[in-house]
């Protein structure tokens, strides 16, 4: 190995060792379904902290949600659990289905296609989940 990919192996065993002395059962957590253990916000709580409060007469939260989106789409859609998060969280601050794919098409320009198919796949699997909690 390496001199990098031994201090990236450290550094992911020192992350394991941290958190199981904090919660044992974390010693063998995976990321997936992590986006899951955090609540959507009520549109109230997201005016309050992303919109008219932090900057009056600016965007509102789902503006800013929808721009945030827009460069986690650019990045790659990489990091799962928070871009469904946001998903979860512009859908609540009034964005549609709509809104949130020409977000992302319009991504694609500078992303790329492969960003935006990722994007578009999580998406795709937020409001499948919704559609199921409503059904239950």
Known sequence: ???VSN???EMMAQGQRMAKAFNPALENFQPQGFDKLWPTMPKEVMEMIWGNAFNPGGLDAKTRLLVVLAGMTV???QA???FKA???HAAEAGADKKE?????WQMSMLGGLPAMGRAMQMVEEVFAETSEEKDE
């Open 75 to 77: 990045l790659g859609a």
């Open 80 to 82: 799962e659990p928070a």
């Open 100 to 104: 949130i794919a020409e977000v992302i």
């Open 86 to 88: 946001t998903v979860r």
């Open 7 to 9: 201090i990236w192996a």
């Open 1 to 3: 190995m390496t001199e």
